[in-house]
C-alpha cells in the first residue's frame, strides 16, 4: 500500500504532455530568433567566422532578436528543470538553474562588436565570464544528470553522449580555430537544442511510463482483493 501510494505520489509529479509540448514550441522560437538573426546583421557579419553572441552585441541593430531567441531558451530550460525534477535530481535542478541565470546575464551585457566602433569594456568583459558560466554549468547538469541515470541502473542516452563530447571538442575548435568560430559555435547550440529537446520528450514518456505501472499495480491489488 506504502509502494503503490508513493508511486502514484511521483506520478502525479510527472508533466502532462502539454507542458512537454510547450517547451518543445519554446526551443522552436528559440532556434529560430537564433537563426534569422544573421539575416539583419550589416553584410561583415559571417555565421562562419563570427559568434552566435556577436549578433546580440552592443551597439548593433536588431541585436533585439538574438536576444528574444536566448531569453526563449532560458524559459525553456527553467521550465524543464521543474518538469524533469525527478529524473535530474536536485544538483542537475542546480545546474541548469545557474545555467538559465548566466544566459540571462550573458543576454543583458553585449559583447564586443565584431567591426570598429564604440563599446563598453566592463559590459564586454561581464559577457565573456556570463558565457564561460553557461558553457561550464551546462556540461556540468548534462554529467550530472548522466551519472543520476548510471545510479538508477539506466544507460546515458545518445544525446547525453553527444553534448559532452561536444563540450569537449567544440570550444577546442571554436578557439583554435578562429575562422570557423562561429560555425562551431552554432553546432554547440544545436547540439544544446537537441538535448533539452530529447530530455522534454523523455518527459513525455516517463509520463506515460509512470502512469502505466500505477494502473497495473492498481490491477494486481484489486485482482489481490
Known sequence: MLERTQQRSLTERRPLPPAAFGILGLLVVSALAVSIAPAFMPDSYSVIEHAVSASAAQGVDNAWIARSGFLFLVLAALWLVE???DAWGPPGRFM???YAAALVAATVFGQRPWFDGPFDLVEDVLHQI???VVAVAFTAGVLVV???RNAQHRRPSFFDLVAVAAAVFL???MFNVTP???LAQRALFVVGYAWFGAEAI???GSRESAAAIDSRQQTTGAEGH
Do not use: E, N
Request: proline share 5%.
Open 83 to 85: 518538469v524533469r525534477a
Open 96 to 98: 541548469f538553474r545557474v
Open 130 to 132: 556570463a558565457a564561460t
Open 146 to 148: 548522466m551519472v543520476r
Open 171 to 173: 570550444p577546442v575548435i
Open 180 to 182: 570557423v568560430h562561429g
Open 202 to 204: 523523455r518527459a513525455m
